[in-house]
């Protein structure tokens, strides 16, 4: 019998991934700021691995506005966006964390969520305080549920996870409505009630995010860089000499796909073809590569002669 091919013979989703909810968790131990891209599909997951990131965010954004085509307002399904979220981690090597929004549903909705999304393969996912129907993070006219009630999502979420490296983000919206104050003292109550990270959504200023990092010491703090937000987008070593030690960039390949999309349909439909285009897009072979074809065939070469 011949022997079986390495698991890092195999391309990434066929390669045994199960040590990166360790990698996740002792990477957020050091003082150094993780940087997690998000994407909304396999090809902008493959894009941020290929570039060299070593975590991928799963934006509940991007999976409305691809999967559906309508905006994040609480729209998605658990069981659409469980698929998206398999898909997703199945492509990657690296720890990817995904949005859960409120949890898809009270308690026990959180603790079969949370159950699988761990199975998908996610190292970590993130919970928010919101009411239902829930807004976008950096939108007006959101509500948060009672701290109290909150409180209930992250113990569901904490207590119903099989890998102690499986990580839980607790999210507070109360800055925008409530006041910075108010949201500093959620995010204290939610790291006692078993977060693992802490995410205060849309401070207004480097001043709220100074705050926040000093009101909440010693637990990893997620900086969420939104393009034309209401937080400041700044350097990544600007954020880590804060305090923060995860950043997240959730939507800026959508947008940037969007744009690049328009671009090139105007053109071509100005134009009538892509040739003077050509030189802004890859090669098929450059696709080909992104996605490691050349290790699926071989390995479906070897299987070949197995058989043979």
């Not at 994407?39 to 999976?63: K, N, P, Q, W």
Request: hydrophobic content about 40%; some cysteine.
């Amino acid at each position: 019998m011949s022997a079986r091919p390495t698991t890092a013979a195999y391309p990434p989703g066929l390669r045994h991934t199960g040590d990166r909810n360790r990698r996740l968790a002792e990477r957020l131990r050091e003082s150094r700021i993780l940087i997690a891209p998000g994407c909304f599909d396999c090809l902008g997951a493959r894009i941020i691995e290929t570039s060299g990131f070593e975590a991928a965010y799963i934006s509940g954004a991007g999976v409305s506005l691809s999967q559906l085509g309508a905006p994040d307002l609480g729209l998605v399904s658990f069981s659409e966006h469980l698929d998206r979220v398999k898909r997703i981690a199945d492509v990657l090597t690296i720890p990817v964390f995904a949005d859960i929004d409120t949890g898809f549903g009270g308690p026990l909705s959180i603790v079969r969520t949370v159950r699988e999304m761990e199975r998908a393969g996610v190292s970590a996912v993130q919970i928010e305080d919101q009411e239902m129907p829930k807004r976008c993070g950096h939108e007006l006219g959101r509500r948060v549920v009672s701290p109290a009630e909150m409180e209930g999502r992250i113990k569901a979420a904490a207590d119903s996870r099989l890998d102690e490296n499986f990580l839980i983000v607790a999210r507070t919206d109360a800055r925008t409505m409530e006041g910075i104050e108010a949201a500093i003292e959620r995010a204290q109550r939610y790291r006692e009630a078993g977060a693992d990270v802490l995410f205060v959504e849309s401070p207004e200023s480097e001043d709220e995010m100074a705050r926040i990092a000093k009101a909440v010491p010693g637990v990893p703090l997620l900086a969420n860089m939104v393009e034309g937000g209401r937080t400041p987008i700044m350097p990544a070593a600007r954020l880590e000499a804060l305090g923060f030690r995860l950043a997240i960039y959730p939507n800026a390949l959508t947008r940037r796909f969007a744009k690049v999309g328009l671009e090139l349909m105007a053109a071509l439909k100005a134009e009538g073809s892509t040739l003077g285009q050509m030189d802004g897009m890859l090669t098929h072979g450059q696709l080909w590569d992104l996605f490691d074809s050349r290790t699926w065939l071989a390995l479906e070469s070897e299987f070949g002669r197995r058989n043979s």
